[in-house]
């Protein structure tokens, strides 16, 4: 196989290049057109920036989900502690 066999449209595959002999792997390289990359698309929305969160809103946030968590914890805690007392009073 020679380069020269290869269509000038048809892409070369990596293992194509690699199995290929030195000699014909430069020529092989030689005929690539230096790599396209796609353009960095625009940002979809407009991010806030880090500055704009506030500490208070930050900490707000942060302790309303740990107050939450808490609550329901204690919750299940005293429905099960009710539960459980109350079977101990029926089995008694």
Same mark, same amino acid.
């Given at each position: 196989?020679?380069?020269?066999?290869?269509?000038?449209?048809?892409?070369?595959?990596?293992?194509?290049?690699?199995?290929?002999?030195?000699?014909?792997?430069?020529?092989?390289?030689?005929?690539?057109?230096?790599?396209?990359?796609?353009?960095? #698309?625009?940002?979809?929305?407009?991010?806030?920036?880090? *500055?704009?969160?506030? =500490? +208070?809103?930050? &900490?707000? %946030? @942060?302790?309303?989900? #740990?107050?939450?968590?808490?609550?329901?914890?204690?919750? *299940?805690?005293?429905? =099960? +502690?009710?539960? &459980?007392? %109350? @079977?101990?009073?029926?089995?008694?």
């Amino acid at each position: 196989m020679t380069v020269d066999q290869l269509a000038a449209d048809e892409p070369l595959s990596p293992e194509l290049v690699l199995v290929l002999p030195p000699e014909l792997r430069a020529k092989a390289l030689a005929r690539l057109a230096p790599p396209v990359w796609p353009k960095p #698309r625009p940002r979809a929305g407009a991010v806030p920036s880090p *500055a704009e969160d506030s =500490l +208070t809103r930050t &900490l707000g %946030a @942060v302790l309303s989900a #740990r107050v939450g968590q808490l609550v329901l914890i204690f919750v *299940a805690v005293t429905a =099960l +502690t009710l539960v &459980l007392s %109350a @079977v101990a009073n029926a089995v008694r």
